[in-house]
């Protein structure tokens, strides 16, 4: 048994720490790209287009994460892909978090008065610039504070990473509890960790939705 | 090398699964039982005189809204055991998903019975009821059928999550895929039905919670 040092292990979880950051920053931002992308699906004119997009939404938000990530993680070899935790890992966060994004984001596009899609046409631009210019940027800004919060769900959702064997904050826990046999402190640390990244951006979310209740 | 489907092991595999699921629907039963009690006491004391009481019920709120479930579940199963709380793995997935589901229910109480009128308990109590019976045959059944939407997907937000309990090697669904993939080498196939098992299930939970509200609570469910 090795000796550890309540330093030691922080300073260990908190080099895993940036991990977690990482990871979450990169599912972040791909979920934000394929997220558009199902959001143009899900308000698209044409009905296969909706369809598709209510589909996908409905298919990653009524399972598991863990098994969307398992699929991920032995699927994407089958297509001949090699892959280690961390693209699974980014892989599968992106289609879990692009799902959530898209259907926030629907909610605040159906939440604009018509009129503004109706002022953009009677401009005439056409849809695509109606889009860009009028209809997402109000979208966006509407939705800030579910984004926010979903953003802290995700931060959570990446310990899920550690089941795969990707080395973020729990999986780390994982081998320093090992080592040491003090889970009490390892994972009652790994909670704190966690609870110093989610915190500050639960109550960002609140301040947005404070803010949005006074406009 | 192309990779050919194979689910010839699915027939001999139907029982596993079957008890998996059975195993996940019965943890979230416990759960949703289990955790509206706590609830209902949560939101009690969120509005009740002890400020103590208010300051705890809100921290519990925030730690366990701000970490994760996964951590919780080590934190109980691992970490109990040291300072003397040992549990069996099923009880530990069960306070572990009650505690996880409690933290985001007692909002949605709350603004539940927030949301019956006062009327309703004052008329209750001018019939001569007790407080207490006022609330339970009076203002809980008006507050459930309010909240029923957010309480089912709740639920079902629940349901998914409790996948990582095969993490302490609860035999549900979750753990099952895993033994038949260790079993068969089949792993994609396997995690694929068994993530439409999933996608079922949250359909039929949906379903029959909606069916259950309307037989208990009356026609206002929907």
């Known amino acids: 048994m090795i000796e550890f040092t309540l330093w030691d292990i922080l300073r260990n979880l908190l080099f895993a720490t940036r991990w977690t950051v990482l990871l979450s920053a990169a599912a972040f931002a791909g979920g934000a790209i394929v997220g558009i992308a199902i959001l143009f699906a899900r308000i698209s004119p044409a009905k296969w287009a909706r369809r598709f997009g209510s589909g996908y939404i409905a298919l990653f938000q009524g399972t598991p994460l863990l098994m969307q990530l398992f699929l991920m993680f032995f699927g994407l070899p089958m297509l001949g892909l090699r892959i280690e935790p961390w693209t699974a890992a980014v892989c599968g966060l992106t289609f879990y978090a692009s799902a959530y994004l898209a259907e926030i984001w629907r909610a605040g596009v159906e939440a604009l008065p018509r009129g503004q899609s109706e002022a953009a046409s009677s401009l005439g631009l056409h849809r695509l610039q109606e889009l860009r210019l009028v209809i997402l940027p109000q979208a966006f800004t509407i939705t800030r504070a579910p984004v926010v919060g979903f953003l802290v769900q995700l931060i959570k959702s990446t310990a899920l990473a550690s089941i795969l064997g990707f080395e973020e904050l729990l999986k780390t826990a994982n081998a320093i509890n090992n080592a040491t046999f003090e889970p009490f402190k390892v994972y009652g640390l790994v909670a704190i960790i966690f609870f110093l990244l989610c915190y500050p951006l639960t109550q960002y979310a609140r301040m947005l939705e404070g803010k949005a209740a006074f406009r | ?222």
């Open chain 2, 1 to 222: 090398m192309k990779y050919a489907l194979d689910f010839t092991w699915l027939w001999d595999s139907m029982g596993a699964l079957a008890s998996g699921a059975a195993v996940t629907l019965l943890l979230i039963a416990c759960t949703t039982v289990f955790g509206l009690i706590i609830s209902i006491l949560g939101a009690a004391a969120r509005r009740g005189r002890s400020v103590w009481l208010r300051k705890l019920v809100g921290a519990y709120v925030e730690i366990i809204r701000n970490t994760p479930f996964l951590v919780q579940l080590f934190f109980i199963f691992f970490g109990l055991p040291s300072i003397g709380v040992r549990l069996d793995p099923m009880v530990a997935a069960i306070l572990a998903m009650t505690l996880n589901m409690a933290a985001y229910t007692i909002e949605v109480v709350g603004a539940g019975l927030d949301a019956v009128p006062r009327g309703q308990r004052e008329a209750a109590t001018a019939l001569g009821m007790r407080p207490r019976l006022a609330f339970i045959k009076v203002v809980l059944p008006q507050a459930l059928a309010i909240i029923y939407p957010a309480l089912t997907s709740q639920i079902i937000i629940m349901m998914l999550e409790s996948a990582v309990v095969s993490q302490i090697s609860v035999r549900e669904l979750a753990q099952e895929a895993d033994l038949l993939q260790a079993r068969t080498f089949r792993s994609f196939e396997t995690y694929l039905v068994v993530t439409f098992i999933y996608l079922g299930l949250s359909a039929a939970v949906r379903r029959g919670m909606i069916l259950f509200g309307r037989r208990t609570l009356g026609a206002a469910v929907k």
